[in-house]
């Protein structure tokens, strides 16, 4: 028995030494290996991009779901635009941020849960809920590179008959003469307290982690605000400041308000996109979510709010038709949010693990 185990070890030994070999045997044993290594980074990339896509709420689905239409429409009508590969690169650019922040912030929330609080964690969990005031001022901006996306002329001369229509004057050529430098500044103050209606809602419902009432009120806003500037691309309207420039007797002088906003004007005003007004979509949005969320700080903004959309036709900003068309979009962005709001996973699991 053991004889025979030796013979035929023997044997295979034999056969194994003068066994003809190929040059190209090493290789094909090594090029499963090899063809494994894309896969695995295929798979990994995959997977990344599957967490970051489960990490978005809502407001993600329509801030990316924005920037896929915008892009689509460059696309079409790239012929109609100075700069469209540079619009298609931003766009991905800004895509990228927003999924590669919502898959660290992820990240750190589940590190969070199991380790404890960090500096690192309250970072990223800050810039996850405040980054949309950044992702509509990148789209008010790129408005300006729009305009000429459908129609390549200005279309004020309608909304100028049209509040002739209404009114039966040109509104903000007969407001001058209640024009002084006290109301002025004023007005102005009053008008720049746009910027500060959804930085207050969701100041108060972030300190107080209401994070639902906190992304309700940001999908409110970027429903209203998508609505409006897709509106704004087909409709292009360059406001009355430039449009009527001539019919008034003289600018309008007064204070450092008057001052500060004739600075953000010159560097930050985007030359379109009047109709309908995004300032006054953005409030009336906002509002709307202090009425649901918080009904006292709804009657706190109220007052500022109406005085905001009259400084709109005082400043020489807006037709008394953009003012209409804003508080529609913004109502608008309220009632179809809010039904967004309803969709499973609208709030994210880390944010809903976190509100439980």
Partial sequence: MKEGNIREWNQHSIDSTWAPTSPFEGAATAEPAAEREPSRVSQTWK?????????CGAFEWLALGYLAATSLLVVLFAGNLAHPFQLLGANAFVAGIIFSLCYIQARFAEREAVHG????????????????????LFCFEELAYLMTLVTPHWQDAKLIAFDYWLTGVHPSVWLEQFATPVR??????????????????GFVLYIRKDWRGYWSVMTYS??????????????????????????????????PFTAMMSFIEH???????????????????????????????????????????????????????DVFG???????????????????????????SAEE
Wanted: aromatic share 24%; net charge neutral; with cysteine.
């Fill in 184 to 201: 002025n500044d004023a007005m102005q103050l009053v008008y720049f307290t746009y910027f500060a209606y959804l930085v207050i809602v």
């Fill in 267 to 321: 560097y930050g005003r985007v030359r379109g996109a009047a109709f309908p007004s995004a300032h006054v979509t953005g409030a009336t949005a906002a509002l709307w979510g202090a009425w649901r969320f918080r009904r006292w700080l709804f009657w706190a903004l109220l007052p500022l709010y109406v005085g905001m959309c009259l400084s709109t036709i005082w400043g020489r900003y807006h037709y008394c038709a």
């Fill in 222 to 255: 970027i429903t209203g605000y998508m609505i409006g500037y897709f509106i704004a691309m087909f409709f292009p309207i360059e406001s009355p400041w430039f449009s009527m420039a001539g019919w008034w007797k003289e600018p309008l002088h007064g204070g």
């Fill in 117 to 136: 609080p960090s500096f690192s964690c309250d970072w990223w969990h800050f810039w996850r809920h405040w980054y949309p005031h950044l992702f509509f």
């Fill in 326 to 352: 804003g508080i529609i979009t913004g109502t608008l962005g309220y009632l179809i949010g809010a039904w967004i709001m309803t969709r499973p996973d609208a709030v994210t699991t880390a944010e809903l």
């Fill in 47 to 55: 997977e990344t991009i599957t967490d970051a896509w489960v990490a």
